[in-house]
C-alpha cells in the first residue's frame, strides 16, 4: 500500500532559542536589538533593561535604568540606534496605553484611558493637536503616506482620522467585533489592516482593495493581545492569552462570513422557533431553539444544524455549527487548514518579530521573554 501523503506544513514549527529571566515585574513590551543579539524590555516596575547575550548563551541585564513613570514608549529606529522615549511634556490626564513615533512627520502619537488620542511634535513638545475616542484606547496605527491614524478602543470601534499638521477629521469608523480592540496591524503594501479583539476573533479590513470587505479570522481560545505582520510572505502572527501563537497564511483568497439571516421559523424544515406563537399554535408543535449556519448565514434548527465543520478560507480554523446541507458541499480540500497553531506555554501580552533573522520575541504575564527562532516559508 503506497504510504498517505501528508499534507505540506504552512510553516515551521518555532524553535526555541532563548529565555530572558529576571524582570521583577510583567514585561509590557520588547523587542529585539537591531543587528545584535540583545533585547530591550519595559516593565510594569518602571525599569527599561537592555539584555545582551553572553557567551555563555544566557541573556544578562547590560542596561538598567528606572524611569519616574509607570508607563511610557519604546521605539526602535533601524538606524543602528536604540531610542527610548519618555514623554516629559502634558498628554493625558489618565495612563498613556500606546504610543506611535513617526520619524517621516516628527510626530508623536498617542493614546490614553482618558479617551484621548493626541499628537506632538517630538522636537519641540508641542501638543498638535487631539480627537476624543468613544472609550479607552489599545490599538494605534499610523499610515505614513496618507497620514490616516488607527485607533481601536474598548468598545470595539475602531476609528480612522486623517491627520494634517494641526488638525484632524474623521474618515470612517469600522464596527464589528462584539468585545473591546486590543490590538492593530497595518499591512502598507497591501493595505489591510488587522485587528484583535477580547471576543477572541481579529478581521481583517480591506481598506486598499475591496472597499468595505471584512473578514474574520478564529483561531484563539480566549482574547487576542497582539499582532504582528510579515509582508514578505503575507503572514500574520497573532498571539493571545490562551497561550498560543497562530501564524496565518494570508496569500489565500479567503471569503467574507455571511450576515445572519432573520426567520421565525427554520429555514430548511419550517419548524417554528419558540417566539413565533401563532406559527406554534396553527400547527400545534413546540418552538424550537434559532442557530444559525455559519457557511449561509441561514436561521435554522438544531435538527436542521447538527454538523460541525472547519471553514478555513472563511477564518474558522475550528470547527463551527453547519447546516447539514452546507457540510455535505465542504470538500476536503476546503477544509485544509490555513494557519499553524503553537504553544507559547505563557500568557504572551507582547509578541515582536525580526523579518531579517527569523526571530520571533513574545513577553508573558510570567516575567519572561521568550525568544524563538521562526522562518516563515
Same mark, same amino acid.
Given at each position: ?7 505540506? @506544513? ?13 524582570? =521583577? ?5 520588547? @523587542? ?8 530591550? &524590555?519595559?516593565?510594569?516596575? *518602571? /525599569? ?5 547575550? *553572553? ?19 519604546? %521605539? ?8 527610548? %522615549? ?18 517621516? !512627520? ?18 519641540? +513638545?508641542?501638543?498638535?493637536? $487631539? ?7 489599545? +490599538?494605534?496605527? %499610523? ?11 474598548? &468598545?470595539? =470601534? ?13 474618515? /470612517? ?9 486590543? @490590538? ?14 477580547? #471576543? ?18 478564529? $483561531?484563539?481560545?480566549?482574547?487576542? =493581545? ?24 494570508? #496569500? ?21 422557533? %419558540? ?11 413546540? $418552538?424550537?431553539? =434559532?442557530?444559525?449556519? *455559519? ?12 454538523? *460541525?465543520?472547519?471553514?478555513?478560507? !472563511? ?24 494557519? /499553524? ?12 518579530? #525580526? ?23
Amino acid at each position: 500500500m503506497a504510504a498517505e501523503i501528508q499534507p505540506k @506544513a504552512l510553516t515551521r514549527k518555532p524553535v526555541l532559542l532563548s529565555k530572558v529571566e529576571g524582570s =521583577q515585574d510583567v514585561v509590557s513590551m520588547a @523587542a529585539i536589538v537591531p543587528k545584535e543579539d540583545g533585547v530591550i &524590555s519595559v516593565s510594569e516596575d *518602571r /525599569t527599561v533593561r537592555v539584555w545582551l547575550k *553572553r557567551e555563555s548563551g544566557q541573556y544578562w541585564p547590560s542596561i538598567y535604568h528606572a524611569m519616574p513613570c509607570k508607563y511610557f514608549g519604546m %521605539f526602535i529606529l533601524y538606524l543602528l540606534c536604540l531610542f527610548v %522615549f519618555l514623554l516629559d511634556f502634558p498628554a493625558h490626564q489618565g495612563r498613556v496605553m500606546m504610543i506611535l513615533f513617526v520619524l517621516e !512627520m516628527e510626530w508623536v502619537l498617542s493614546t490614553g484611558q482618558d479617551k484621548q488620542f493626541t499628537w506632538h511634535c517630538s522636537e519641540s +513638545g508641542q501638543r498638535l493637536g $487631539g480627537y476624543r475616542t468613544s472609550a479607552g484606547a489599545c +490599538g494605534l496605527q %499610523f499610515d505614513v503616506e496618507t497620514r490616516h491614524v488607527f485607533i481601536g478602543d474598548h &468598545s470595539g =470601534q475602531v476609528t480612522i482620522l486623517k491627520l494634517e499638521q494641526e488638525n484632524c477629521s474623521l474618515v /470612517t469608523t469600522f464596527k464589528g467585533h462584539t468585545g473591546g480592540v486590543t @490590538a492593530l496591524c497595518w499591512d502598507p503594501v497591501q493595505r489591510v489592516l488587522f485587528s484583535g479583539s477580547s #471576543d477572541h476573533s481579529i478581521i481583517m479590513w480591506d481598506i486598499g482593495g475591496r472597499k468595505g470587505t471584512a473578514i474574520e479570522l478564529q $483561531g484563539h481560545n480566549d482574547k487576542v =493581545q497582539c499582532l504582528s505582520y510579515a509582508p514578505h510572505t503575507r503572514q500574520l502572527i497573532s498571539c493571545g492569552a490562551d497561550g498560543g501563537i497562530v501564524i496565518w497564511n494570508m #496569500d489565500v483568497e479567503r471569503q467574507e462570513t455571511p450576515e445572519w439571516l432573520d426567520s421565525d421559523s427554520c429555514q430548511k424544515c419550517d419548524q417554528p422557533f %419558540f417566539w413565533n406563537f401563532k406559527q406554534m399554535w396553527d400547527s400545534k408543535k413546540i $418552538g424550537l431553539r =434559532q442557530h444559525h449556519c *455559519r457557511k449561509c448565514g441561514k436561521a435554522v434548527c438544531g435538527k436542521c444544524s447538527s454538523k *460541525r465543520s472547519s471553514i478555513p478560507l !472563511m477564518g474558522f480554523e475550528f470547527e463551527v455549527r453547519v447546516c447539514d446541507s452546507c457540510h455535505e458541499s465542504i470538500t476536503d480540500e476546503e477544509r485544509a487548514p490555513t494557519a /499553524t497553531f503553537h504553544d507559547s506555554k505563557h500568557n504572551i501580552v507582547h509578541v515582536h518579530f #525580526d523579518a531579517t533573522r527569523g526571530w520571533l520575541l513574545t513577553s508573558g504575564t510570567d516575567k519572561i521573554i521568550k525568544v524563538r527562532l521562526r522562518r516563515l516559508l
